[in-house]
C-alpha cells in the first residue's frame, strides 16, 4: 500500500486511535490478517473468525513488527479501531455468519476505503493501472496469464488462487506499492451489486469480460442475471478505460452497449479485434494457435493446458497491447506462462506413469466441460491411447437446475468416451450425473457411483494402471483434491508435464 500514518488511516477509515503513543508513524508495509505473516511495517488486520478472533492476535502481530492493528475494539496495543456500525460490504463467499456484532463487517468496510484510497493515491501518483476480470469461469487462469504478459514491461501484483471477494480484493489491492505498475484483480459475484462494490474498491481502467456461464445459477436465477451482474465491472470503468469482452459469447458482446470505455473485442470471431485462427491441441491439450491483431500475426504456443485457454490468451493479450507491447513480446510471454494457480488444470505424471489432472479447486458446468475434453485430448494423443479416468463431484451453486446440469455432464462423458466415470457423492445431484451417463449409453461399469472420498481413493488404487490418465473436479466444498494428491503422493517422484 502507499505509505501512511496511523492518523492517516484513522481518517481514511473512519476510525479512532488508541493506545498510539505517535500518530505520525509511518506503515510502510502492506495489511496482514494472519499474524504468522506479518512483518515489519505491516498493519495487522483482527478479522472474527469461525474458530478464532483475530482480536486475540493483536499483541502477537505487534510484537512480530505491526505497526498497529485495524480493530473493531481496543486490544491493548497500538490500535486503528472502527465501530460495528463504521460500514457494510456485500454478502458473498466470506459472509460472516458468526459475526454477530457487525464489528467482522466494520473491518472488512475499513480495509475496503483504506484499499481504495491507497489505489487512486497510486493511480494519481504512480501512474498505476488496475486491470479486472470477471467471467463465470477462466477468471484465475486468466488473471495468470495477465500477470505473465505484463510482466515484461513493469512489477505486476495479481491475487494468489482465486482471492477476489471482499477480503481477498482489498488485501490483494493493498499489495500493491509505489513501484507496483499493473495491478490485476479478479471479481466475483453471488449477486448482484457484488462486482460494483468490489470496482469500488480498486477503480479498474481495463475491465475484461470473459463469458457468462451457469457458475453460481442458484443465486442469480438465469444466465441473464448473471450477465446483468457480470455487465457491473464495463459500467465501472472510465470513458478514457478499456472494456475487453468475449466476441464468441453474445451475452458478453452486447456488453459493449453498457460502457462508456473503448471496446476491444476477442474471440475466435472473424470480426474480432484480436483473434486467434489456426487453433490445434498437442499430446498434453496445450493450444497451438495463430494470434491476430493490428494487422500483425505472430505463433502462439501455449504451456497451459485445455483448449479453453485460448480465449483467456486472447483477452491477456488485449489487455497486454493496450499498456504497450508488442506482439511478439506478448507471444512469447503467453507461449512461457505456466499455471501459476494450485488445483487448476495441474498436469502431472507420476513415476509409475499415471498422469494426473488436478483441476480440483472448483467446478461449474463449463469448466467440467472444459476439462473432460482436455482429459479426452491428452488420453487419446500418442501412438498408443490411454485409458482415461474422470472422478468427478458435485458442482454446487445451480439451484433447481442442478440435477439436469449433472445429468448433462454424465452424458457428456459417454459421448466423449471417456473409459471410467467415477462420481463421488450420495446426493441427488451425484446421482444424477451418474444415471446421465447409464442413461447415455455406459455399459457395464464404466460410470460408477461412489459414497466419498475415501471410496473413489480405494477403487483408484485397486484399478489404476501406468499409462492411465485421470481427471479429478468438483467444487471446492467437495474436497475432491484429497483424491488428486493421494494419486500423485503414491506416484512418489512426479514431476509437471512438459513437452
Known sequence: MIEMTLREIAEVVGGELHDVPDPQVLVTGSVEFDSRRVGSGDLFLALPGANSDGHD????????????????????????VV???????PASSVALSHDGDGSGAAVLAALADLARVSTQRLAERTGLTVVGVTGSSGKTSTKD??????????????????????????WTALRAGADTKFLA????????????????IAPPRIGVVLNVGTAHLGEFGSREAIAVAKGELVEALPADGLAVLNADDPNVAAMATRTEARVLTVGLSGDADIR??????????????????GGESVPVRLAVHGEHQVG?????????????????TVAQALSGATAASVRRMDVRTTADGITVINDSYNANPDSVRAALKALVTLAKAGTEPRRSWAVLGEMGELGDTSVIEHDAIGRLAVRLDVDRLIVVGTGRPSRGMHQGAVMEGSWGEESILVPDIDAAIALLDDEIAAG????????????????????????EGSTEAAG
Not at 492476535?57 to 492493528?69: E, F, I, L, R, S
Not at 496469464?145 to 480484493?169: D, K, R
Not at 471479481?187 to 462486482?195: F, K, T
Not at 491441441?281 to 494457435?289: C, G, L, N, S, Y
Request: proline fraction near 6%; charged fraction near 15%; aromatic fraction near 4%.
Open 276 to 293: 486467434a485462427t489456426d487453433v490445434t491441441t498437442d499430446e498434453q491439450a496445450r493450444a497451438r494457435f495463430t494470434l491476430h491483431a
Open 83 to 89: 465501530a460495528p456500525d463504521a460500514g457494510s460490504v
Open 145 to 170: 496469464l495477465l500477470a505473465a504478459v505484463l510482466a515484461p514491461l513493469g512489477p505486476v501484483v495479481a491475487p494468489p488462487g482465486s482471492f477476489n471477494n471482499e477480503l481477498g480484493h482489498p
Open 57 to 80: 492476535y493483536a499483541a502477537t502481530a505487534v510484537a512480530a513488527g505491526a505497526v498497529a492493528v485495524l480493530a473493531a475494539r481496543p486490544v491493548g496495543v497500538p490500535a486503528i
Open 185 to 200: 484483480l479478479e471479481l466475483s459475484a453471488r449477486g448482484r451489486g457484488h462486482i460494483a462494490a468490489l470496482a469500488r
Open 468 to 491: 492411465d490418465v485421470v481427471l479429478v473436479k468438483a467444487s471446492k466444498a467437495v474436497g475432491l483434491w484429497a483424491v488428486a494428491e493421494h494419486l500423485t503422493r503414491a506416484g
Open 312 to 328: 483467456n490468451a486472447l483477452a491477456a493479450a488485449a489487455v497486454a497491447l493496450e499498456c504497450g507491447a508488442d506482439l511478439a
